[in-house]
Each structure stands twice: as structure tokens, then as C-alpha cells.
């Protein structure tokens, strides 16, 4: 019996890697009512703590106005002002993740970030 020749793939090249898409923001967050509604909140913490700065890691660059507790989670779409906090991208980016993992594991959580000063 002879030896069998090597047979050609059946899957072919692999597939080229496909990009994510860009992330866009929610709807919401281009709304003129929410971009009013960060601008009063911009000024009142202005005047409340005399600047605007990440509440976690102090940073003041690149900086979201963040919902202690998320849309997702039934919070307000626009709380009270205390109820809203400054956070730099990645301070915002490891909350919003933290909590969405909370929802994934069916934990009830309000989000809060805490302070890492005083």
C-alpha cells in the first residue's frame, strides 16, 4: 500500500482580523439636555470645591460626568447634582465595568465610586 500524499487544508487562509468598531457614546450623552446639564454641573462644582478634578484619582484631564448610580441600574437620568461625580476615563472605565459585572452575577450594587482622598 503506498503512502498517502499530504492533502491540501479544507479551511483555506485564515480570516483577517476584523477591528472592533469604534465605541460611541449612547444617544443620551449627545442630547442638548444632558450637554446643558453637564455644563450646570461643570459650574456648581466649580463653585462647590473650587475645581473639577476626578473624585478617585484627582486627575483633571479627560474627564466624564458619571452617575453614582447607572442609567442601567435605574438611576436618574439626571440626578441631583450630589448625586453626580467627575471621573477620569479610566477611572470610569474600571467603575462602569465593575458594575457591569455586578449585573452579570446578579448583584444588586449602587455603583459608588469611593474617594481615594479627603
Not at 457614546?25 to 455644563?39: C, I, K, P, T, V
Request: charged letters at 30%.
Amino acid at each position: 500500500m503506498g503512502r498517502l500524499k499530504a492533502m491540501p487544508s479544507r479551511l483555506g487562509r485564515p480570516a483577517s482580523r476584523v477591528r472592533a468598531r469604534p465605541k460611541v457614546a449612547e444617544g443620551f450623552y449627545q442630547s442638548a439636555e444632558w450637554l446643558d446639564y453637564r455644563r450646570r454641573h461643570r459650574d456648581w462644582t466649580r463653585a462647590q470645591h473650587g475645581g473639577v478634578w476626578c473624585k478617585v484619582c484627582g486627575a483633571t484631564q479627560r474627564l466624564i460626568l458619571d452617575h453614582r448610580v447607572e442609567r442601567s441600574d435605574g438611576g436618574a437620568d439626571f440626578p441631583p447634582f450630589e448625586e453626580a461625580d467627575w471621573l477620569c476615563t479610566p477611572c470610569h472605565n474600571r467603575k462602569t465595568a465593575e458594575a457591569k459585572a455586578r449585573r452579570v452575577r446578579g448583584e444588586a450594587g449602587r455603583g459608588v465610586v469611593e474617594s481615594s482622598g479627603g
